[in-house]
């Protein structure tokens, strides 16, 4: 029996092809193991969204070969790789990786790994000949609700990809590129796989795909615009999902994940507010404020339609918590937008943020634009953004002590709250044991930076009394 050991780099979507792969591998009779120095095969599912996400993935790749190199391996285990680095850079890395790497598989294969890993043991490579690469260009698969998949995530949570692609065309991402033409899946399909999600204890759906908000609307009759807001009189839309998804029976949030802001809509927001099981959190890159930065980086939005969403979200659903990201250091950035963003950020104080260096993406209409920002001035830009939001988090976490939260048990001692996603977000850190994987109330008692430390509803902080001394 092959045994297989796959290693899963990058974000969420990433980790569900992973899932479809172990799915697949399952399925063939293969054997999946945690220990690469054990396995007949390893695949390194890369990512490559920015320059440090792909010296990740190559330091995996020459990781996985020196160590087979030392074990004198080299010739019975297999080295693949998968992922958006491996649809993006097949051809270039092919030579460059020719003594390492057995073959590339691109987006389109993950159901098709199996027979893959068998074609390599039926004919064994020529020597100094280059690895096979199974590639296709112009992703266009989709997953459906019966595609044999194993989760990776512990048993209480799960990602549901909804839609694949985008459409959009921003100047420093180089995603649609990799992962194709937006394509969504049926409202049934989604429904029935959190239905199915639901039955095994799944307590909380996260929504993810490149362009949430666009959920549906590739499939209108009349094709929408790339700032076509959400409207399921038109057709399929994301809150037709949101409505049936809430209809599932059973105790579980749904966790709405990378949604556009172009296409955000008054339906939309009243859709989540009258939904109980949509959390009350939404991811929302906005990448940055100043009409000069979203013109360049081509966003489709502007300033003004921003601050007036964010205050019509937070208005319409109350309590919500609002997590985006912003990228600072993009090509003809001036200190002026930076006070722009800055000043931004204190206003709104989002109750979550990231902030990425802009990184020079080969084949982006970003890389070639006049007016790079040096290294040094985007690490400093970097740190002044940060430096803001440490503080504003900290008001943030004060904000919930005394109050009294629902929270999912990650593990002994360690929860989440609804406002804070899966390996994104903070804690919850709760002393005691709790059900791992269930819902419980606790009541806010302190914070750390980012985390929050609770007790169960209705315990009393013990308090310690110094004893006087004898004068
Ligand atoms: S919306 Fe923009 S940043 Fe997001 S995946 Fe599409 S092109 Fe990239």
Known sequence: MIKVSLISLGCAK?????????????????????????????????????????????????????????????????????????????????????????????????????????????????????????????????????????????????YIKIAEGCNHP?????????RGRHRSRTVESVVAEARQLVKEGVKEINLISQDTTFFGMDTWEQ??????????????????????LNAIEGDFWIRLLYTHPAHWSDELIRTIAECPKVARYIDIPLQHISDHM???????????????????????????????????????ETEADMDELCDFIRETKFERLGVFRYSQEEGTRGAKMDGQIPAKVKEARWHRTMALQRKIASEVSKSYVNQSLTVLVEEPGVARGEADAPDIDGRVYVPRELPVGEFVEVKITGYQDYDLLALPKGERPVEFKVAKQAQ
Do not use: W
């Not at 599912?45 to 004198?72: A, P, W, Y």
């Not at 921003?170 to 990799?178: G, K, L, M, S, V």
């Open 294 to 332: 979203l013109g360049l980086m081509q966003r489709e939005t502007s300033s003004q339609y921003i601050r007036d969403l964010i205050r019509r979200i937070r208005a319409g659903v109350p309590g919500i918590a609002v997590r985006t990201t912003f990228i600072v250091g993009f090509p003809g």
């Open 170 to 178: 921003c100047t420093f991402c180089i995603i649609p590129q990799i």
């Open 223 to 244: 094709r929408p615009n790339p700032r076509t807001p959400v409207d399921s009189s038109r057709g399929t839309a994301l809150t037709t999902l949101l409505r049936q």
């Open 14 to 158: 990433n980790l569900v092809d992973s899932e479809i792969m172990v799915g697949h591998l399952h399925q063939a009779g293969m054997t999946v193991i945690p220990d690469a120095a054990q396995a007949d095969v390893v695949i390194v599912n890369t990512c490559s969204f920015i320059d440090s996400s792909k010296e990740e993935s190559i330091g995996h790749i020459l990781e996985v070969h020196q160590n087979r190199g030392m074990k004198k391996r080299r010739k019975e285990q297999k080295l693949i790789v998968a992922g958006c680095m491996s649809q993006r850079f097949s051809k270039d890395l092919s030579s460059s990786l020719n003594d390492e790497v057995d073959a590339f598989i691109g987006l389109d294969q993950v159901t098709k790994v199996a027979p893959i890993i068998e074609g390599l043991y039926a004919k064994e490579r020529a020597a100094n000949t280059a690895p096979e690469s199974f590639v296709t260009p112009r992703s266009t698969y989709i997953p459906d609700y019966d595609t044999p998949r194993f989760r990776l995530t512990p048993k209480h949570f799960a």
